[in-house]
């Protein structure tokens, strides 16, 4: 168990549909990230926050939107959703943001499985 | 954002040590290596990281070559449940984020 707590873990729901996956990140961590994994792809680096503000951006589609809440967990909306959104959503979080000299452990939540129909 | 390579593929005997080959010839000189780990579709677990020196802890050994273009992930005994897709990472110099590549799928068989 990594700590890092993510809901939905599946959802199922129709094209132009909108969603919302929650991330809760490891007690004491301030940075949270969110990547995307589908069979085509692999893993993507969508958004990063540190202790609420936006951090580093990916390719996040415009459709998609996140922010980092004061008690610091975490929320990816997807909206106007396609065939292929369907993906695995993971979210990872950190004690402090990587890079710059910074090194550190990223840990990963168990992923929310959307399925677009 | 410096690249990493990696195989795609590679096999290893149950009990031997797996050697994981990257490069990643335009890293950066505080830019870190990381070692992650994806076994089915869990979350990527991380394995170890390093800057210049060796690094072992309990799970791998991760060897950076002097000129830090190249580098090497062992498993020293490699058992079945260390099949996964093994990631090699270098760390983004400026956000921090961690760009995923297309690893390597290590089968370990008996």
């Known amino acids: 168990d990594s700590g890092v707590t993510q809901t939905p873990k599946h959802l199922i729901t129709a094209t132009g549909q909108r969603v919302t996956l929650r991330c809760s990140p490891r007690?004491?961590?301030?940075?949270v990230y969110w990547y995307q994994q589908s069979l085509d792809q692999g893993l993507q680096f969508l958004i990063q926050?540190?202790?609420?503000?936006?951090?580093a951006k990916g390719n996040i589609l415009e459709r998609f939107s996140a922010q980092q809440f004061p008690d610091l967990h975490s929320e990816l909306n997807l909206s106007s959703l396609e065939l292929g959104d369907s993906a695995l959503y993971f979210c990872?979080?950190?004690?402090?943001?990587?890079?710059?000299?910074?090194?550190?452990?990223?840990?990963f939540g168990e992923g929310s499985r959307l399925t677009v129909l | 954002d410096a690249k990493t390579t990696q195989p795609p593929s590679m096999d290893c005997a149950e009990g031997r040590a797996a050697n994981l080959p990257c490069n990643h010839s335009?890293?950066?000189?505080?830019?870190?290596v990381y070692w992650y780990r994806q076994i089915h579709s869990q979350g990527p677990q991380y394995i170890i990281h390093?800057?210049?020196n060796n690094e072992t802890n309990e799970m791998a050994s991760l060897i950076i070559t002097e000129d830090r273009k190249s580098s090497t992930l062992i498993l020293p005994h490699a058992t079945l449940r260390d099949t996964a897709v093994y990631y090699c990472?270098?760390?983004?110099?400026?956000?921090?984020?961690?760009?995923f590549g297309q690893g390597t799928e290590l089968s370990v068989k008996p």
């Open positions: 390093g800057l210049k």
């Open positions: 990472i270098v760390s983004d110099n400026q956000g921090g984020k961690l760009i």
């Open positions: 926050y540190y202790n609420g503000e936006e951090r």
């Open positions: 335009t890293i950066s000189g505080n830019e870190y």
């Open positions: 007690s004491g961590d301030l940075s």
């Open positions: 990872a979080s950190s004690v402090a943001p990587l890079g710059g000299g910074a090194a550190g452990e990223l840990f």
